[in-house]
């Protein structure tokens, strides 16, 4: 498992999976305001988690409070609380999974399981490689939760408002 659980850390960093989402989802007209909110969720989560909460938290990762030096991966750095890889899946899986599924396409809705599975694997392996406790994975889950609804909430949901004032000639 070391080798799947590094890899799918590795996606994880940098949001990598979720970056390719968002050009994907870029190029579709009809659905670039949830692009620009997964955008938005990505960048504020971990603005939030990795430049506000940690610095603050400073929580010390479990690898060193409990003096473990053997890890898979390269030794993290920064604090521990909360998890920015989860915070950074679950932000943009929440907004996709809030994408409205009208014409109840399939490929949507298996791209929404995806996400959520993705997610969680991202959030499993950081406790797998013991860079994080549980709470730190909790948090971020939590924080990237969040931030995705309310992403969505502001960006797209309020672009789908001004597409039905269009239509009924309020704009």
Known sequence: MDAFMKSITFLGDYAIVWFACIAIMAC?????????????????????????????????????????????IEAPTSFSFPSGHSGTSFAPAMVFCLIPNEQKNRWLTAGKVLAVIFACLVAFSRLYLYVHYPTDVLGGCILGLVVGYISFSLLAKNSQGNKEQKKEGGI
């Open 28 to 72: 579709m007209p009809t659905k670039r305001q949830y692009a620009l909110a997964m955008l938005v969720a990505l960048v504020a989560v971990f603005l939030l988690g990795d430049v506000i909460i940690k610095p603050i938290v400073e929580r010390v990762r479990p690898f060193i409070a409990h003096d473990y030096g053997s890890l898979v």
